[in-house]
């Protein structure tokens, strides 16, 4: 391409005029026609060499189209240079002479637009909206024209075409797809919102034995059925922490009893142990589908043995303060767990030890996991 500037006159004034504002600036000096006759040359002959390639939508135009854009702006700023300076003095038609100008630029500018189009460039047709709207300014202001003039409305025209030219701001994606953006979803209610994840329920069933101490002193075997209630709180970032309190309840119901005098043999009559007080536990999940809980619980224990001996039916009656301990494993998401734990008696004068072996299921956690996958 050739070189847009070919003398020092022509490389001050095309620079000069990209930054010169519009030609309704009174304080703008007027020049010569001899001054400005280089100028107007200059543009009209390389507005006539700058050709463009035709630019395929939605593909970057090739780099000669952006080097041609950047010289239609020049032109456009010579042209506006000229109109900006015209002289007061000129013979004529001077409204229609700088029309002719103001028209020029912009339409030097519409082309350097067409030939680079993108959001980026817009600011190419902005620039000739704003030559022409100060023209019309100018025209109805400074020069008295009615705004139904021809000539007022030839510009008016121009200008309208450049808006309905200007590219529109991008969308969102989920706007373009959908027509309208999606309302976020409402927050979780019922038992979703309240208590999901929040709350535990064991029922649990397994067997163990306790072994009474003292005067009393016999081993009892049961069978036991467990249940606990809690607050569950989940803690961490990656949820891999669990922390439960609530209150247990453990029924163990006797079915045998030996002593060093008596063989083991079953109990005659309904005999059972009643546990029940707080518990807190612990548990780490390093894989949702396994979980290690550990637990310490602090019950009251009160129940009624029968058992036969040689003078005929006899029962023993007892009840202790009994703290204890365990660990279980769970899996499927918390839903089952085996769960061993063991008690002794404080403060009393014959001792109370046992322990139980239980296999769990926490309701709430069943409730959960088909509350998960209904809503996949």
Known sequence: MKPLLLTNLGVAVAFASLFLASPARAAAPALGREDLAPVHKLANTMKGQLECSPVVPGVAPPAANVEAAAEYAHIAGMFAFAAQHYPADEKGDRVSQINALIDDASLAYERAYECAPS????????????????????????????????????????????????????????????????????????????YKG??????????GQTRLGGERAGVIGYLTLRTAF?????????????????????????????????????TPRPSAI????????????????????????LSISAGV??????????????????????????????VLCARGHGYGSVLQKNSLTGYDLTLAVDLFRVTDTLLARRDR
């Open 119 to 194: 959001l980026s460039n817009a600011f190419y047709l902005l620039r000739a909206i704003e030559l022409l709207d100060s023209r019309v300014v100018h025209l109805v202001q400074v020069e008295k024209l009615d705004e139904s003039a021809p000539r007022v409305q030839e510009l008016v025209a121009r200008r309208d075409r450049l808006r309905d030219k200007l590219p529109s701001p991008p969308q969102c994606p989920v706007c373009v797809k959908c027509g309208t953006c999606p309302e976020p979803p409402p927050p979780p209610s019922g038992y979703r919102g309240l």
């Open 198 to 207: 929040r709350l535990a329920l064991s029922l649990g069933i397994g067997g």
């Open 230 to 266: 809690g607050a569950r709180f989940v803690l961490g970032k990656q949820e891999r922490h669990l922390l439960t309190a609530g209150l247990h309840y453990t029924l163990q119901a006797a079915l045998s009893y030996a002593s060093d005098s008596l063989p083991a043999a079953r």
């Open 274 to 297: 009643h546990q029940a007080g707080p518990y807190l536990e612990y548990a780490f999940a390093p894989h949702p589908h396994f979980s290690v809980h550990g637990h310490l619980s």
């Open 305 to 334: 043995v029968w058992f036969e001996a040689a003078g005929g039916l006899r029962n023993l009656g007892f009840s202790s303060l009994t703290p204890g301990g365990g660990a279980a494993i769970c899996t499927l998401r918390g």
